[in-house]
């Protein structure tokens, strides 16, 4: 199963929250993901993919419902993608879990980043403690060694989206895939509305009216007489 999001042909009707944000966990920590829809949520279902190829839903062998949420214990077997799926087979976005039983896993956002946002990544050590010395890296190559464990992209582009891990003295995490979407589209500008009243607008126009017919009909006679002024000159 790739770290990529591979449901990029569904239709987003709803959308998955994970709380923490991130998509990387030791084992028996806890996590509570949510289906966010407006209006009625109840035909809506969590669901995974375990790396086993393993499908069900939240409450069958897994996690606790609790609502439209689901809170799970994790263990490694969790590992896999989840998502929200209506009983009509509507999806939501998909998002990649890794519960890791190693010393160091990476914390970096689960969810899809804006550009322009800030955005912190931490190598996490399970112990104490937790700033120690860490090299991070993105798509296989060594991009930042810091010595507080973390590393901060103050304004994230579409650049900066990949595939990234770290270490330290304790050990290496595995690999998680961050996404980079575009801003929020601005709407236009609303149209002004008039304020002035139908009645009040009807009688500008009475008003105005005789003045401006007054000055068509001088138009036309000026172009009429210029005209006849022309053939007689001829």
């Known amino acids: 199963?790739?770290?990529?999001?591979?449901?990029?042909?569904?239709?987003?009707?709803?959308?998955?929250?994970?709380?923490?944000?991130?998509?990387?966990?030791?084992?028996?920590?806890?996590?509570?993901?949510?289906?966010e829809v407006q209006g009625n949520s109840a035909r809506w279902r969590l669901k995974r993919s375990t790396v086993s190829g393993e499908r069900s839903d939240c409450g069958r062998n897994w996690g606790k419902p609790e609502g439209s949420s689901c809170i799970v214990s994790l263990i490694p077997s969790h590992s896999g993608e989840y998502w929200c799926e209506s009983g009509s087979g509507e999806h939501s976005n998909a998002v990649n879990i890794t519960v890791h039983v190693g010393a160091v896993i990476l914390?970096?956002?689960?969810?899809?980043?804006?550009?322009?946002?800030?955005?912190?990544?931490?190598?996490?050590?399970?112990?104490?403690?937790?700033d120690l010395t860490a090299d991070f890296y993105k798509d296989g190559s060594l991009i930042r060694a810091v010595t507080t464990g973390e590393m901060t992209i103050p304004a994230v582009s579409k650049s900066d989206e990949g595939l990234y891990k770290c270490n330290n003295s304790e050990g290496k995490s595995p690999e998680s895939w961050m996404t980079v979407t575009g801003p929020t589209p601005i709407p236009p500008p609303a149209v002004p509305v008039l304020s002035m009243s139908l009645p009040r607008l009807l009688c500008s126009l009475?008003?105005?009216?005789?003045?401006?017919?007054?000055?068509i009909?001088?138009?036309?006679?000026?172009?009429?007489?210029?005209?006849?002024?022309?053939?007689?000159?001829?």
């Open 1 to 35: 199963m790739s770290d990529k999001y591979s449901n990029a042909s569904w239709t987003v009707i709803s959308s998955l929250s994970v709380s923490p944000d991130r998509s990387q966990f030791f084992e028996f920590e806890s996590v509570s993901l949510s289906c």
């Open 217 to 234: 009909i001088l138009l036309v006679k000026g172009c009429r007489s210029r005209a006849q002024g022309d053939r007689v000159e001829e």
């Open 206 to 215: 009475l008003v105005g009216s005789p003045y401006l017919l007054v000055t």
């Open 107 to 130: 914390e970096s956002p689960a969810l899809p980043v804006t550009e322009g946002d800030s955005v912190t990544l931490r190598c996490r050590h399970q112990g104490t403690p937790s």
